[in-house]
């Protein structure tokens, strides 16, 4: 069964704006990971943040995790063409993955130029 | 480094038809697992592995088998096709020191 659900499905926004895109799940984790997938390619990792921190930044992007809510958010700031993707949070009950990570059905990011 | 390296990229097959999906990766890492993407359900895992010769089922198992006799290699075979099966199929690869690798992907398609 789905772990992470991902909110909203779909998001399309302007080249140079901000999108927020937003999960949510079920059970206690480990840790909770997004992954960034281009049509037709397989999904690239783009960060972890662990259920003992907050916040997380790499680059343009921002994660933040409330274990309380068993919510997570994506920010993604001053976007580009280039970040066009489907975009996946990802659950880690077991704290390395051994059993596989429970992945969400996605949000579709489009960047209108 | 070739990463996570799936073939074939696409296959078709007929309802009954056996097949073989190959997974190879080349970093050394401990876990390997299979997913299976579906318009509208993101990705469910169908069998996983933490070590040579260790394999368990995820999530959607049936129809498929799997083996791991060396770090390298998780081949997917599939048994006995069903339409059921039309999927994209993935393969990662990773440790407790790292993330999950993907590869790119196989699209099957059974008629």
């Known amino acids: 069964s789905q772990q992470g659900e991902e909110d909203p499905q779909a998001l399309s926004i302007q080249e140079g704006e901000n999108a927020t895109m937003n999960c949510s799940y079920k059970?206690?984790?480990?840790?909770l990971q997004w992954y960034r997938q281009n049509s037709g390619r397989g999904l690239v990792h783009l960060i972890l943040?662990?259920?003992?921190?907050r916040e997380k930044h790499s680059g343009r992007l921002r994660v933040t995790l409330d274990t309380s809510k068993k919510s997570s958010s994506l920010l993604i700031t001053a976007s580009r063409a280039a970040d066009t993707a489907s975009y996946f949070c990802?659950?880690?009950?077991?704290?390395?993955?051994?059993?596989?990570?429970?992945f969400g059905k996605g949000t579709h990011l489009i960047i209108q130029p | 480094n070739a990463g996570v390296t799936q073939t074939p990229k696409f296959q078709v097959l007929k309802t009954g038809q056996s097949m073989t999906l190959q997974c190879a990766q080349d970093?050394?890492?401990?876990?390997m697992s299979w997913y299976r993407q579906d318009p509208g359900m993101g990705l469910r895992l169908i069998h996983y592995?933490?070590?040579?010769?260790?394999?368990d089922q995820g999530e959607v198992p049936n129809g498929y088998n799997v083996s791991r006799s060396t770090t390298e290699d998780f081949p997917l075979r599939l048994l006995s096709a069903a339409p059921s099966q039309t999927s994209v199929y993935f393969c990662?690869?990773?440790?407790?020191?790292?993330?999950?690798?993907f590869g790119n992907g196989t699209r099957l398609t059974v008629t």
């Open positions: 059970t206690s984790i480990n840790n």
């Open positions: 943040i662990r259920s003992n921190e």
């Open positions: 970093m050394n890492h401990e876990y």
């Open positions: 990662a690869s990773g440790s407790r020191r790292s993330p999950l690798h």
């Open positions: 990802a659950t880690d009950d077991s704290g390395g993955g051994a059993d596989g990570l429970t």
């Open positions: 592995s933490v070590g040579a010769g260790i394999t």
